[in-house]
């Protein structure tokens, strides 16, 4: 089959803007939202008729020039703003109420650790201070493998730091602190993770590693993820479906659907079927940056 004919939709405006029925419907849904700022007096609208919806489960990319809105879209699903209008509901619950019940892991740019803690104790620092309710279970079947994908030592030593367990952030490289990171938002029971350019601040190399190591852990516990990011290789080889913003006001541009198999490998990034996803996120940008259709 030729990645043209399974490829399914560039722009598929109804699915972004009408979740699928059933169970798999109750991730996130944003119906029409909007957002301004004010800024030295003059409106700025943030975010304009902004309609999607993330499944259960399922990992989606936003990509788009700076300023179109990709943070403040992320902390109006995770609760930590306000829209002014329109609709917003993760499950059956407002992002307030999801937040309150602390079905959000945020993952920021920077590391955020506590200098002062080891990289265990900061890995299981909201544990400790009672935020979820964690469980280590000996033994094996679905009940263990679900406790042993959130086991804060295992997924450390997935990610190559089981022997920097006791270590401070200081003694880490910048991509080191950055897998703290996602270890400790993956340690968390939290359902639904919500990135802001994870790997902005880490080089080529390291950043081309960590893509699988998150895709890594993502498959023991396939989270809703909702992941912001500037590079087109990033969100194509991650997602089930990149959105590309368009500025000015922040809107969905496009939505492409990434019909690559999983797991995701990186031969794969070779391959003619990543090139034409790849391509058509670049031509939606590139749209979006022009201010025309795609
Ligand atoms: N708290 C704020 N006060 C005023 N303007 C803001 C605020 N947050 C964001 N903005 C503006 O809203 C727009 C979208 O910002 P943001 O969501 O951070 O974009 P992105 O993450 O895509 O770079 C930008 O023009 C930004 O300057
Ligand atoms: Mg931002």
């Known amino acids: 089959m030729t990645p043209r004919r399974i490829h399914r939709a560039v722009a598929d405006e109804t699915r972004a803007s009408s979740p699928p029925a059933g169970p798999a419907g ?9 957002k301004h700022f004010f800024h030295n007096g003059t409106a700025i609208i943030a975010l304009a008729n902004v309609s999607l919806s993330v499944a259960v489960g399922e990992f989606v990319s936003v990509i788009g020039p700076s300023g179109c809105g990709k943070s403040t879209l992320l902390r109006i699903i995770g609760g930590l703003l306000a829209p002014d209008g329109g609709r917003v509901r ?17 993952v920021p740019q920077t590391p955020a650790l506590l200098p002062w803690r080891s990289v265990a104790g900061n890995v299981t620092l909201l544990r400790d201070v009672g935020r979820l309710p964690w469980r280590r279970q000996a033994g094996s079947g679905p009940e263990a493998s679900g406790d042993a994908a959130s086991d804060p ?15 401070l952030p ?5 991509g080191m ?20 350019e994870p790997f902005a601040a880490l080089d080529e190399i390291t950043r ?10 993502w498959g023991q516990t396939h989270k809703t993820v909702v992941f912001v990011t500037h590079s087109i290789p990033e969100a194509v080889i991650l997602s089930d479906r990149v959105v590309t913003m368009a500025a000015r006001p922040g809107r969905v541009a496009s939505v492409e659907e ?12 070779d391959s003619e079927e990543f090139s034409f ?5 670049r031509t939606a940008l590139r749209a979006s940056w022009e201010g025309r259709e795609p």
């Open 26 to 34: 109750a991730g996130i849904v944003l119906d029409h939202v909007n």
């Open 90 to 106: 993760i499950g059956d619950a407002t992002p307030a109420e999801a937040r309150a019940a602390k079905r959000f892991g945020f």
């Open 208 to 217: 081309d590693a960590m893509r699988y190591q998150l895709l890594d852990i």
């Open 170 to 174: 200081r003694e880490l490289s910048g």
């Open 258 to 269: 990434i019909t690559l198999a999983r797991p995701r490998t990186e031969d794969m990034e």
């Open 153 to 167: 030592m295992a997924l450390l030593a997935q990610v190559g730091l089981g022997s920097f367990a006791r270590s």
């Open 177 to 196: 602190q950055q897998r703290v990171s996602l270890v400790r938002a993956f340690a968390l029971g939290s359902p639904i993770l919500l990135m802001d």
């Open 277 to 281: 996803h790849a391509h058509h996120v």
